[in-house]
């Protein structure tokens, strides 16, 4: 029963709500008019205390889709915290106004402290570096929709894999299927950190630094950003990253069927060229993230 | 006849007047969903030239709930007052495209002056440190639905009384109604002012520093925030401020049948322990502010 | 056929295009009901990169009186803008969630490569001092409601011709009719450049410094403001600023069926005086602005 629940970290359902929640979203993409006017009457609080355009307008282009409305804010300062409230005061406030809350918020810990405060169901969108488990939910869907299956695949993470949350999340929430092989391919000083190895079952990963390497075995391709800030020097940087640029050349030798992901926004790290590559389905994840998120608003507000 | 009126100050509207908003905000809280519908395709102009997400979601949610839809800005910086255009042509432009607005600024009079230069109802949610006529009818909201009554009350106003126009306002409210004692709970520096006092009859308030000696005798404690800020200096700022600090504690001798409001938002001067009690509506009082709002929207646009 | 089609420079779309569009814009305003709910479902990316709250409030105020709905930013500060990502990027992934965008936006050609990179109709809004198509259909139905054709005027435009990208846009636009007289009214400094009067045929205009000279034989007179910043010198400004200020005075000998237009926002250059006169139009203007982008998005989306 997911009415009423909060969604604070990607593990917070069980597989079976997982499951429940996805198939709701694959039904709303057969027949999308029929869920046009399921929100009628029901409030969206969209509490995005730093701006994230991509997600805010996914959460809310979701609700609009369900026919229910919006109100909130697009950052901080226009919003009343410069007045000294606490989020435990002004979420208790806010569920005066609205039915659920979306909350993306710079510290760590706020939405859960939010989720203590009030039986409106919160929704985290992203604290700190921490969670983002909506982009986790996005992440499951992709993969169930267009492999079929969540369980038997190989799947590659590639790029910065020491500070990438949406990664260490999708790893977490990946290796509660059967039969997943993770292949983590990165450069030395951004490889996957132990306490998310730890958690795996020996023979059930791989580490390399050469994406050519194992671009052949890949049922799955997740690439992520290089961010220049990560690195101590310019020259690291530079040697590194091309490296890591995926490119029609480099997919040269990988499966027919491979699926190509990213959470987005790209910088540079996928060449454009292989936006007309049909493996590319980064843009197709991005609509799916929004039909995820339908069926997690229509299920925390228990509607039918 | 409310149908086309602004709200610019608390007392624009007769006691007929306010009882025809608080019986319909009544009928809304039991019937809600009957108005799901009333204000399909009315829009609703929502012009905050500073940020305040409290009294803008209130807004914004009141015409939601009422099927009707919201254009607006949450800061001047994304508007174009930085052209240099009038209050009166901003106002007359937006008239081309709603139907009613509400609008918060920094400067005294500026709802005033746009409701001179139009037709569409203009709505006060603040100019200044001067007027905020919805707080005050949503304060004879809550104390009509929760006391049964707007007469005969002995009601304690403690807190900042020199600055705070919230407890201005709603004094002079209160003194249209039969029978209602003020005490008027402050430290020394932040009493009440005399041109307050002047238009209350001689023998209806009573003035005192401390909150226990008077605590017994209140059917209602609105409590206000002591600023900082008001204080020249920091010791008679922490010496006064614990004296204003509402505990369980300080309500031992109170009431059964007290409410305890707050216009919220509240930094200290309520310990969240108090929250527990059944007599603490403040967040009820947020809920009955969307309420009188969707009530007001709909007598100044003259929906039945 | 103008489904899915997007409108950068108002020379997007023919005559016959223009037509359509317009007609359609009157029957809106005659039968404004029939429209309520023709956009239910349909959802707006309101794209603001800088800050417009007039043209922003007229297309969403256009979107919600269709039954539509907004998702959107107003300036680019609160949007992922800062994290690098391309406009190609943005607007494919933002396609994912909506089905029609307005752009605005400081660089020149953001619109133009949006729009190559979507299916999604790009509506330009306004490209730095580029190209601002919906202003001119605005302009082009004011004058065909209100003087009941777009062919056979004699129309003064006057103060900042030089740099007014309106003006520009709407002497190309205006000179697609027939016998149309163009009288350019502005101080020696701000004359229209001669790359737009060389596109005229020779007869078809005349230059003046002085309003006072044309008035009595303008249909239609078009105000721009002179903006400080294009002098050089304070006096230079002072000296020539008052002699474009529209006053009931200089109006004496005009026309009786003249119409006065202006874009705004307005600062100075139209006395207030002048707004009770029914010949200015420009608050009319406005609102046909709203009607005319209610029948755009109604086109380019193929709604019926």
Same mark, same amino acid.
């Given at each position: 029963?997911?009415?009423?629940?909060?969604?604070?970290?990607?593990?917070?359902?069980?597989?079976?709500?997982?499951?429940?929640?996805?198939?709701?979203?694959?039904?709303?993409?057969?027949?999308?008019?029929?869920?046009?006017?399921?929100?009628?009457?029901?409030?969206?609080?969209?509490?995005?205390?730093?701006?994230?355009? %991509? &997600?805010?307008? @996914?959460?809310?282009? =979701? +609700?609009? *889709?369900?026919?229910?409305?919006?109100?909130? #804010?697009?950052?901080?300062?226009?919003?009343?915290?410069?007045?000294?409230?606490?989020?435990?005061?002004?979420?208790?406030?806010?569920?005066?106004?609205?039915?659920?809350?979306?909350?993306?918020?710079?510290?760590?810990?706020?939405?859960?402290?939010?989720?203590?405060?009030?039986?409106?169901?919160?929704?985290?969108?992203?604290?700190?570096?921490?969670?983002?488990?909506?982009?986790?939910?996005?992440?499951?869907?992709?993969?169930?929709?267009?492999?079929?299956?969540?369980?038997?695949?190989?799947?590659?993470?590639?790029?910065?894999?020491?500070?990438? %949350? &949406?990664?260490? @999340?999708?790893?977490? =929430? +990946?290796? *509660?299927?059967?039969?997943?092989?993770?292949? #983590?391919?990165?450069?030395?000083?951004?490889?996957?950190?132990?306490?998310?190895?730890?958690?795996?079952?020996?023979?059930?990963?791989?580490?390399?630094?050469?994406?050519?390497?194992?671009?052949?075995?890949?049922?799955?391709?997740?690439?992520?950003?290089?961010?220049?800030?990560?690195?101590?020097?310019?020259?690291?940087?530079?040697?590194?990253?091309?490296?890591?640029?995926?490119?029609?050349?480099?997919?040269?030798?990988?499966?027919?069927?491979?699926?190509?992901?990213?959470?987005?926004?790209?910088?540079?790290?996928?060449?454009?060229?292989?936006? %007309?590559?049909?493996?590319?389905?980064?843009?197709?994840?991005?609509?799916?993230?929004?039909?995820?998120?339908?069926?997690?608003?229509?299920?925390?507000?228990?509607?039918?």
């Amino acid at each position: 029963m997911l009415k009423g629940r909060h969604l604070i970290e990607p593990r917070d359902f069980s597989l079976e709500e997982l499951d429940e929640i996805f198939a709701l979203a694959e039904d709303i993409i057969k027949n999308e008019k029929d869920y046009l006017d399921k929100c009628r009457g029901k409030l969206l609080a969209s509490l995005f205390y730093e701006p994230s355009t %991509r &997600t805010r307008f @996914s959460f809310e282009s =979701a +609700m609009y *889709r369900l026919g229910g409305q919006v109100v909130g #804010f697009s950052e901080a300062a226009s919003s009343s915290v410069s007045k000294g409230e606490s989020v435990a005061d002004t979420i208790k406030t806010i569920a005066c106004y609205s039915d659920i809350a979306v909350m993306r918020h710079p510290k760590e810990g706020a939405p859960l402290l939010a989720s203590q405060n009030t039986d409106m169901p919160i929704i985290n969108a992203g604290d700190g570096g921490h969670q983002h488990p909506t982009q986790t939910l996005t992440d499951l869907l992709t993969i169930r929709i267009l492999k079929k299956d969540l369980s038997n695949h190989t799947i590659g993470l590639c790029g910065d894999l020491k500070f990438g %949350r &949406t990664v260490h @999340s999708l790893v977490k =929430a +990946m290796k *509660r299927y059967l039969n997943i092989n993770f292949v #983590f391919i990165s450069p030395e000083e951004l490889q996957i950190p132990d306490y998310i190895k730890d958690d795996l079952q020996e023979n059930s990963y791989y580490e390399t630094e050469s994406l050519d390497e194992v671009i052949d075995k890949l049922d799955i391709l997740y690439m992520t950003r290089v961010q220049k800030e990560r690195f101590f020097n310019e020259e690291d940087y530079v040697r590194l990253k091309d490296s890591y640029i995926l490119t029609n050349e480099k997919l040269k030798n990988s499966k027919e069927d491979l699926i190509i992901m990213h959470p987005l926004p790209r910088v540079n790290e996928i060449a454009v060229e292989v936006d %007309r590559d049909k493996r590319a389905v980064y843009f197709d994840q991005a609509k799916f993230g929004m039909y995820v998120r339908m069926a997690l608003i229509l299920k925390l507000l228990g509607v039918e």
